[in-house]
């Protein structure tokens, strides 16, 4: 029991919210990279590494929410409006990943480097977009911690007002 305790205390330290902030920079880093390299193949390929490392890096999201669920315990966990965001921006991402994993295969698995049709490839785009957005999206928690995003965030959201 005090080893449990002790896991549970691991996942509440601040320090494990810092260790998935670096995880989701290091996503969009390598998002970033494979748009760059490999722009026109990511979308075409059913099995391609940009889907792998989505995939992958969903799936880290996924087993970091249940960990922080379970950490926390449910009423913890809804009180922190950052648990809340991340849980939202997770589960349309996981949504995502599910829907391109049934319309074109679990990325892990290529029986071929088939290419997708024109009409597929819309969809697929669509679908990769909207998850590489989902994962942009949870880099803007980070705003909070950085102390001079956090000023020019409040001087935007002052003159918006």
Do not use: C
Not at 18 to 46: C, H, P, W
Not at 85 to 92: H, K, L, M, Q, R
């Amino acid at each position: 029991n005090s080893k449990l305790r002790r896991i549970q205390q691991l996942f509440i330290h601040k320090y494990f919210n810092f260790f998935g902030m670096g995880v989701a920079f290091v996503n969009l880093i390598i998002i970033s990279v494979q748009l760059g390299a490999k722009y026109d193949t990511s979308f075409r390929e059913s099995h391609s590494t940009l889907r792998v490392v989505n995939f992958t890096f969903a799936i880290y999201y996924l087993l970091e929410q249940l960990v922080k669920f379970w950490a926390f315990g449910w009423r913890r966990y809804l009180a922190d409006k950052s648990n809340i965001y991340d849980a939202v921006i997770t589960s349309a991402l996981i949504i995502g990943e599910i829907v391109s994993a049934i319309m074109f295969g679990i990325p892990y698995f290529p029986k071929s480097r088939e290419i997708v049709l024109h009409s597929s490839s819309s969809v697929m785009w669509n679908i990769l977009r909207m998850v590489n957005i989902l994962i942009m999206a949870r880099m803007l928690k980070i705003i909070p911690h950085v102390k001079s995003m956090s000023i020019v965030t409040m001087v935007l959201i002052d003159l918006m007002k």
